[in-house]
């Protein structure tokens, strides 16, 4: 089984593709490969040569037997590190 998880930015937090926003995007990435789970991130690239793609705060995350625990001890460390920020999780069609 896997769920959907969309971290969504506070009011004052960077844009998506501003490096201190990537970073802690990129930071998220490896809390969740330190715990041993399976995932995959989207990202936004562009068919220009000039045009720099960027990873979005889209995972796709595969649950298993200790998953659960750890993707929320991961994701509310993220939602509380600054305020108005939210994670979105959804499994099949249910959000």
Do not use: C
Request: glycine share 8%.
């Amino acid at each position: 089984m896997e769920v959907r998880v969309v971290l969504v930015r506070a009011p004052n937090d960077p844009k998506v593709n501003e490096p201190k926003f990537q970073e802690e995007l990129r930071e998220f990435s490896r809390s969740l490969r330190a715990a041993g789970l399976s995932f995959s991130q989207r990202a936004m690239a562009f068919d220009s040569v000039d045009a720099v793609g960027h990873p979005l705060p889209e995972f796709l995350v595969t649950l298993g037997p200790l998953a659960t625990a750890a993707l929320a001890a991961i994701g509310g460390a993220w939602v509380q590190a600054r305020y108005g920020r939210k994670m979105r999780l959804k499994v099949g069609d249910v959000d």
